[in-house]
Nanobody, 124 residues
Framework: QVQLVESGGGLVQAGGSLRLSCAAS????????MGWFRQAPGKEREFVAA????????RYGDSVKDRFTISRDNANYTVFLQMNSLKPEDTAVYYC?????????????????WGQGTQVTVSS
């Protein structure tokens, strides 16, 4: 069964840091590009970051550039999102995503697999 399971969300003060994790089944991890999206209440799902399955290419949303870093541990089928200098506007449910075609990160409706999401709340 294909699964993406996020963890690491929580409540943090503005300026703080959190690291999200996404554990994936091996079948996904070996052949898929991995990424993160987020969705705040009343807003559309927003692209956050992506990392190619070989790890050589990254992409970030404009609002998180220079603050967030995506990485992966291939041995443990896990992808991470290190979030620094958090702002109240980063508050959202964060979703792990997997795609076979890199271009699908541009269209959230075309993502192959989603995790269940993890809540991140940043207080001011």
């Amino acid at each position: 069964q294909v699964q993406l399971v996020e963890s690491g969300g929580g409540l943090v003060q503005a300026g703080g840091s959190l690291r999200l994790s996404c554990a994936a089944s091996g079948r996904i991890f070996s052949n898929y590009h991995m990424g993160w999206f987020r969705q705040a209440p009343g807003k559309e799902r927003e692209f956050v970051a992506a990392l190619s399955w070989l790890g050589g290419t990254t992409r970030y949303g404009d609002s998180v550039k220079d603050r967030f870093t995506i990485s992966r541990d291939n041995a443990n089928y896990t992808v991470f999102l290190q979030m620094n200098s958090l702002k109240p506007e980063d508050t959202a449910v964060y979703y792990c995503a997997a795609v076979q075609q890199w271009s699908r990160f541009s269209r959230w409706a075309e993502i192959d697999y989603w995790g269940q999401g993890t809540q991140v709340t940043v207080s001011s």
